[in-house]
């Protein structure tokens, strides 16, 4: 309309011919670069807390403290290789799956009541 056809039709035809790939490569390195800004926010951290669980897990010892996935809160009383006994309250044990504990409270992370 405002343009010219014929200014249009060369200006476009110069750009296609000098840089046949200008475009698609362009694309595909900002896809690409998208891709590894989500990597490194996303995936990365997720693998790195994943791996510190499992080896929280693998390493739970006698008088742990312990949050399940069902938010059950507990202190280990046995830990073998599949199950851990927890203790919930007093002369209350609860035998768990260890694969359903989503959290090892360490004793510097755990902050004692204000009564």
Same mark, same amino acid.
């Given at each position: 309309?405002?343009?010219? *056809? ?8 110069? &750009? *296609? ?5 200008? &475009? ?19 995936? !990365?951290?997720?693998? !790195? !807390?994943?791996?510190?669980? !499992?080896?929280?897990?693998? *390493? ?5 403290? =312990?949050?399940?996935? &069902? ?6 009383? +046995?830990?073998?290789? =599949?199950? %851990?006994? =927890?203790?919930?309250?007093?002369? %209350? +044990? /609860?035998? /768990?799956?260890? &694969?359903?504990?989503?959290? /090892? ?11």
């Amino acid at each position: 309309m405002f343009i010219p *056809s014929a200014y249009a039709q060369t200006a476009g035809a110069a &750009g *296609s011919s000098a840089d046949p790939f200008g &475009g698609s490569m362009l694309f595909f390195g900002q896809i690409l670069l998208i891709g590894v800004v989500f990597y490194f926010l996303m995936i !990365r951290p997720q693998q !790195r !807390r994943a791996k510190e669980l !499992r080896t929280a897990i693998d *390493s739970l010892k006698k008088n742990d403290q =312990v949050i399940t996935t &069902g938010g059950i809160l507990g202190k280990v009383v +046995k830990a073998g290789d =599949v199950y %851990v006994e =927890v203790e919930v309250a007093p002369n %209350v +044990k /609860v035998q /768990v799956v260890k &694969g359903a504990i989503s959290e /090892v409270i360490s004793p510097t992370t755990a902050k004692p009541a204000n009564d």
